[in-house]
Structures are given as C-alpha cells and as structure tokens.
C-alpha cells in the first residue's frame, strides 16, 4: 500500500525494558512526525523531521525517548527503560513537506502496554 | 502543552440524528484541520479550514474557522452507523505545530 506503516502494531514489554518503534513514512515525503495518544486524551507531539535538518526534540517527554530516521525515509522511536506510564498509541505521520497547511497522513499506530 | 478545548467529549445518538461539535482556544490559528479515527486506525482528515470565515462541506460534514480564529465547529448531519470514532480538531498557526483537541467519541445507535 502507499500509507503510512508501522510496526509492530501491538507491543506488550515489561516495565524496565527497552523498545523500539517502527514507521515507513510515505514515499516521497520529506517530514515526518511521531505523536502519543493516550488513553481519552488528544495527540501529543512529540518528535519531528523534516529532510536533512536537525529534529525538532522539543516534545519528548523524557531522555528515555530518542529517535532517528535513517536515509531521510524509515524512522524508529526508542524507548528505553520503559515505565508503565508510557503505555499509550504512537502515532507517526508523514507530510510532503514540512510544518504549514500541509495535510498529515497517519499510521495504524503502536499500542504499548507496559506491564 | 497547548491544548485546544473540544466539546462534547462523547455523544450518543440516534441513527438520523444531526451532530455538532466545536473546538476553542486562546490562540489565534491560520488553519483548523478535523479528523476521524476509528478504532485501531490512525486518524484521517475529513475537512482543511484556512480561513477565517470558510464554511466547507465534504458529503454530510460540514465545517466552519470561526471569524474570531479561535473557533471552529464540525457538524455531522443524518448520522449512520458508520459515522461512529473519535473526531478530533486541530489547529496550526503558521508553520508552527499542530495543536490537537481530545477528541468527540462518537456513538450512533442504529
């Protein structure tokens, strides 16, 4: 398909583990977004880039949170020594360019459960 | 973090029925975006605002950007089954990022 994938599409870990999250942004587009939704609650941004600039970081919640895309396509969002209230969907979207009147297409999203 | 102010958090409805919602802030955006995502999904976009005062339409939805900027409603008219999910508004002032809503939860009685 031509959307946004991500994988895996449920991720259970224990709390203390590390994970990573992975998002295929639409090909030919050149910014790409990580969100979290949790439980009744709206999106919340947390990571953005856009070509080759320096990410926009400014809205990881904690240095556990990192992520990279590689080769300005496929991103992964680590999350290391989980805690329980990081269970929640991670959401990845993509643009064809960046911050603007630009739609966003989403991904399935990740459900973690951190038990 | 910035959050806009979304109304109702849930509606339930009869099949039929019309809905609206509506999403405030303190800020002043230059687009309002609403989407829909159903369970499982991610959430897709229904209708792009984009400037104060538009009114647009996409089938049965239909949507205005307040004339304060600060405003903006979603309104749903004779409701299906289909129509249930979880409506969020966003909103963006310029190239800054998108704010989002908490969303409607959506329930249609058939």
């Known amino acids: 398909g031509a959307g946004v994938s991500q994988s895996p599409s449920n991720k259970v870990t224990e709390k203390g583990k590390d994970v990573e999250l992975r998002c295929d942004p639409i090909s030919g587009h050149t910014a790409l977004y990580w969100y979290r939704q949790s439980l009744g609650q709206g999106l919340e941004f947390l990571i953005y880039?856009?070509?080759?600039?320096?990410?926009?970081k400014s809205g990881l919640p904690s240095d556990r949170f990192s992520a990279e895309r590689t080769g300005g396509s496929v991103s992964t969002l680590t999350i290391q020594r989980t805690q329980q209230e990081d269970s929640a969907v991670y959401l990845c979207?993509?643009?064809?360019?960046?911050?603007?009147?630009?739609?966003?297409?989403f991904g399935p999203g990740t459900r973690l459960l951190v038990l | 973090g910035q959050q806009l102010n979304q109304s109702p958090q849930s509606m339930f409805i009869q099949e039929g029925e019309d809905v609206s919602m509506n999403c405030t802030s303190s800020s002043i955006f230059n687009t309002w975006l609403w989407y829909k995502q159903e369970p499982g999904e991610g959430p897709v976009l229904l209708i792009a605002l984009y400037k104060a005062g538009e009114l647009t339409s996409n089938g049965r939805l239909t949507a205005q950007f307040g004339i304060t900027r600060k405003d903006s409603f979603l309104n749903i008219s004779a409701s299906i089954p289909s129509d249930v999910g979880i409506y969020f508004c966003a909103g963006q002032g310029g190239s800054e990022k998108l704010v989002f809503g908490k969303g409607t939860k959506l329930t249609v009685n058939p």
């Open positions: 880039f856009q070509g080759n600039s320096a990410p926009d």
């Open positions: 979207a993509s643009s064809l360019v960046g911050w603007g009147p630009e739609t966003q297409y």
